[in-house]
């Protein structure tokens, strides 16, 4: 094992993910601890419990404001959501021993052809481009280099699904092998470790946040 | 008496001196041209400090640090609210758009208090504070009427009416808040004690004045309660309604007299208004704490707020934060609709026969949530109602929101850019009067008729109610 593999495929996974739980850790407690004398309600808003979870259910699963208003930038959202949510998947039920292969390609795809699209639609009004710093544009590219990545991967230096999952188990049951030898796996499993450092830091973070946003604000009624 | 709030900013103090102590200062210096509207005793020197020095201390203030610290880090940056903003709609202006002006802000705010900011700089959004970006700051935080469209259909919850409040309070501490602001809050709070300077002396005049009134045009006695000791509400209406509503609070009275309530009107301190809500927390606190200590003076119950959005919403949700939360606060609409509810209050429609349209005022309707009330003391006191499109939360600013209507200078960005969406509204309604339950709201309203000669009549919704009670 060279000294890349060894950091990237062995050390640096439990820092991105100790360093992603921590930081999100860290901004959840500031943001519900932090006091909010001022109230700011906005109305209406969901009379009880049962109506606070239908809405945001309503809102995670179908982003309910994007589809009422501004459906050119729903689709693309929407989509790049349901991609990561693929890979996601894909990775739960990859480790748990089962090879859905096309839920990976359908998830890479869609992380590149999605961001793709937000990127130009981004670019392509001076309205957008007016209210973005390169910094959303930075973030959209992370998740199509990962897709690229990961589509060529698949396509010409494809290692052994067994190896993979044998190695993704061994960084789970905290003995860590050591990662199938192939750059392309390496650089991916590096930029998903920046990833994963990088997110809590970043305004991607929002998918927490904006339970505050409501919660602690919009709805706190007088 | 209530005790003041105990809060820095009061300390601090960003009420304008009077004219006079300031004319040394400034007298030597190359004057700063303010074209959006007129400053009294501005900042002339230092501003980029000072600036920064205040964002500091607003953001270390417990009331400001988890609103911004959220809102600058959940926006998508997606433009849905650019969608929803009936300035933007109008002028298609970059400094229009919400997430632009609220970027002014988040660029300052990570440039001077994100380490990512201090070593990235452009790359995620910070940006030095320059003399310009001060002034365009003041032009594009007062364009925005704060009326909180954008915030209704934000994907991430954010709301950039907060962070414009956010904004002009900073502002605000550079002494950089329009002069019909600064100066009225000074009267009001230091000087004859209301917005409009009406000394006590005239103020009672014009309860008699209205007194009589009532008896001339209906032959009613009806009376103005005045420092009753001990009653249930206390009521207080913005003090420019004295002068130009009479019949807003003509029908007020009535209603409380029909109803049976046990109300008196303060002498000592009649006006509601409040515009600290629109740039400053020292104001808001001030003025709140005036109308606490004439609750507690006349050992009132409750505090009853006339047709107003702004006062309401200041007073019911910004209690607790400047003031010691003695009083229930209830608007005016929500006590007539329950008293025609009980069968206090009844009414006859066949009265009103025309046309009756109502406008939602921005801090009375999404501020509040009152949606219904007013709909229901309309819908009981008129023979035909219609609702404008769109209503309710997606109801459009009047355009004078925000304070706005009391500037002058804006008078032309009133009527030909924040108040179009309004007009187009107003003409397919087809209404021949139209009902706004707010003091800013009417006179924007009333001039937009005027200037845009609509053939509409605005009143209050007490105004429908004088001839409608039975009395
Ligand atoms: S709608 Fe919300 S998330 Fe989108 S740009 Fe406006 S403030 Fe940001
Ligand atoms: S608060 Fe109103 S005026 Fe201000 S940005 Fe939002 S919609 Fe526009």
Redesign the pocket.
């Known amino acids: 094992m060279n000294v890349a593999s060894f950091l990237i495929g062995i050390v640096l996974p439990y820092i991105a993910v100790a360093l992603f739980l921590v930081s999100i850790g860290i901004r959840i407690n500031r943001w519900a601890t932090s006091p909010h004398p001022l109230k700011w309600s906005l109305y209406p808003m969901p009379a009880d419990y049962t109506g606070q979870i239908k809405f945001m259910l309503k809102e995670i699963l179908s982003f309910r404001a994007l589809l009422h208003n501004n459906r050119k930038l729903w689709a693309g959202s929407w989509l790049f959501h349901i991609g990561m949510a693929l890979i996601i998947l894909w990775f739960i039920t990859f480790v748990l021993g089962l090879h859905a292969g096309i839920v990976l390609r359908a998830g890479l795809a869609f992380l590149i052809v999605f961001p793709l699209y937000l990127f130009f639609v981004r670019l392509a009004s001076t309205k957008m481009r007016t209210?973005s710093s390169p910094l959303e544009y930075f973030n959209l590219l992370i998740f199509i280099a990962i897709g690229i990545l990961g589509i060529l991967l698949l396509s010409f230096n494809k290692p052994d699904p067994t190896a993979v999952r044998q190695y993704f188990i061994s960084l789970i049951l905290l003995h860590p092998a050591a990662p199938p030898e192939s750059s392309i796996f390496l650089s991916m499993l590096a930029i998903t470790e920046f990833f994963m450092i990088y997110f809590p830091n970043s305004r991607m973070l929002h998918m927490i946040s904006k339970y505050f946003t409501y919660h602690k604000i919009s709805w706190e009624s007088h | 008496m209530p005790q003041t709030a105990k809060n820095e900013n009061i300390e601090k103090g960003n009420m304008q001196k009077q004219p006079s102590e300031n004319v040394k200062n400034t007298e030597k210096k190359q004057k700063r041209n303010y074209p959006f509207f007129a400053i009294e005793n501005p900042i002339e020197e230092n501003r980029i400090p000072v600036f920064i020095k205040t964002m500091e201390a607003v953001l270390k203030d417990d009331k400001y640090r988890l609103l911004l610290d959220l809102y600058l880090n959940t926006?998508?940056?997606?433009?849905?609210?650019a969608d929803q903003c009936h300035l933007y709609q109008t002028t298609h202006e970059e400094k229009d758009l919400?997430?632009y002006r609220s970027n002014m802000l988040r660029a300052v705010y990570r440039k001077y208090f994100t380490t990512s900011g201090k070593l990235l700089g452009g790359f995620v959004g910070a940006k030095a504070l320059k003399e310009d970006d001060i002034d365009n700051m003041i032009e594009s935080f007062y364009r925005c009427t704060m009326c909180r469209r954008?915030a209704v259909e934000?994907?991430?919850g954010?709301d950039?009416a907060l962070i414009t409040r956010i904004g002009r309070c900073v502002i605000g501490e550079l002494n950089l808040a329009p002069k019909n602001f600064t100066v009225s809050s000074y009267q009001q709070l230091y000087g004859v004690g209301n917005t409009s300077s009406i000394p006590k002396e005239a103020f009672i005049d014009t309860l008699d004045f209205l007194q009589d009134e009532i008896k001339d045009m209906t032959g009613h006695s009806v009376e103005f309660p005045r420092d009753k000791v001990g009653a249930e509400y206390l009521f207080i209406a913005p003090v420019s309604d004295y002068i130009m509503e009479a019949d807003t609070l003509m029908g007020t009275a009535m209603t409380l007299q029909a109803a049976g309530a046990d109300w008196t009107i303060g002498t000592g301190y009649y006006d509601a208004i409040n515009y600290g809500l629109f740039y400053s927390d020292t104001v808001t606190a001030d003025a709140l704490n005036k109308l606490l200590a004439e609750a507690y003076r006349l050992k009132v119950k409750k505090i009853l707020i006339g047709e107003c959005g702004h006062a309401t919403k200041t007073a019911k949700l910004f209690v607790d934060v400047f003031g010691k939360h003695q009083f229930p606060i209830q608007n005016v609409m929500e006590y007539t609709a329950e008293a025609i509810k009980k069968g206090r209050v009844k009414l006859n429609p066949e009265v009103n026969q025309e046309t009756v349209t109502y406008h939602d005022p921005c801090n009375l309707g999404r501020g509040l949530g009152i949606y219904e009330p007013p709909r229901n003391i309309v819908k009981a006191a008129v023979k035909h109602f219609v609702e404008l499109q769109p209503n309710r939360e997606k109801n459009y600013c009047c355009g004078g929101g925000g304070g706005s209507v009391t500037v002058p200078d804006m008078y032309n960005f009133r009527m030909n850019l924040a108040g179009i969406k309004k007009v187009e509204q107003i003409k397919a309604s087809g209404a021949k009067y139209l009902a706004a339950p707010c003091a800013n709201c009417k006179k924007q309203l009333k001039e937009l008729v005027e200037y845009h000669k609509l053939p509409v009549t605005v009143v209050g919704v007490h105004d429908l109610l004088i001839r409608a009670l039975l009395m």
């Open positions: 209210i | 926006c998508a940056s997606c433009n849905s609210c919400p997430a954008c934000c994907p991430m954010v950039n």
